[in-house]
């Protein structure tokens, strides 16, 4: 993966595979402590203590269509080339916690990458999740909460193209801004 | 900071047309496989081209949704289209720049692009 975005994209997949109705995904960055963190935290259906344990495995995984399992050991194992760390807490009936954390100014973390893309196209194509998102930069940070659209919105689509585009100006503006603007 | 505000405006101004709007039950779905091999293989700015181009042509009854691996992980970006009473169509290897003629001449038009389908690239 080119891009920490696309991680995020890919670990959402899980969330959604294991019947998540809320996900929160926070992405922190401090400068000072040096540190690039992406935290995702579903209510899904959880992990036995097993699977939690192995998962971690490329050789591991709840599909049918092959035997290779890359989501999370790509991202571990990115966050972990960056001297950082990752955790994974998964209770049974409960719901999954993933933690990856970067050395920021290490020469070999990816770029967040295209961010607003990830969080819309995770919005735009499961309009029924309530997916919260806030990303801070030091002391700046936004957040976009699907259940706060839905509240304004009042039963129009998430999905309408005019809903689409706002969302999608309102995620890449508000990017930008966090980092000094354009 | 952009706000949230402008939706309620935008909310306002479309309500009526989007209530409107009939129900997707019967349009065309089109399906992007977004696994850790979809996505590594540049699944994302092939949904952002589907999403991008059917919004600019308002195509109401068309929605854009994902799936997991189907198998083929050499083949991706795969999208698949499901048009009601037609055989299921799959795009292997699919471009972002090639996107605009599936809409338009797929869905839009009813004919699909053979030469960009999984049946031609085998």
Known sequence: ?182 | MKTLQELEAIRQKTIHELNLRKNREDGVRVVVGLATCGIAAGARPVMAAFVDEINKRHLDNVTVSQTGCIGLCRLEPIVEVYTPGQEKVTYCKVKPEQVARIVSEHIVNGNPVVEYTIGSYE
């Open chain 1, 1 to 182: 993966m080119k891009e920490i975005s696309l991680h995020i994209l890919d670990l959402m997949q899980n969330s959604i595979r294991a019947g998540a109705k809320n996900i929160q995904l926070r992405v922190e960055e401090d400068t000072r402590a040096d540190t690039f963190t992406v935290i995702i935290q579903d209510d899904g259906c959880g992990m036995s203590p097993e699977m939690t344990k192995a998962v971690s495995s490329p050789f591991v995984t709840t599909r049918t269509t092959r035997k290779v399992g890359l989501g999370i050991p790509l991202f571990k194992a990115g966050c972990e080339a960056c001297e950082g760390s990752f955790s994974l807490e998964s209770p049974e009936g409960k719901g999954t916690r993933v933690q990856g954390t970067y050395r920021q100014s290490h020469i070999d973390r990816p770029p967040l990458g295209n961010i607003a893309d990830t969080v819309l196209l995770l919005i735009t194509g499961n309009p029924q999740l309530r997916i919260h998102y806030s990303h801070r930069v030091d002391g700046q940070e936004y957040e976009l909460d699907t259940a706060e659209l839905l509240r304004i919105l009042d039963g129009a689509p998430l999905d309408a193209p005019e809903i689409t585009a706002f969302i999608k100006d309102f995620l890449s503006n508000n990017e930008s801004e966090l980092y000094g603007g354009k």
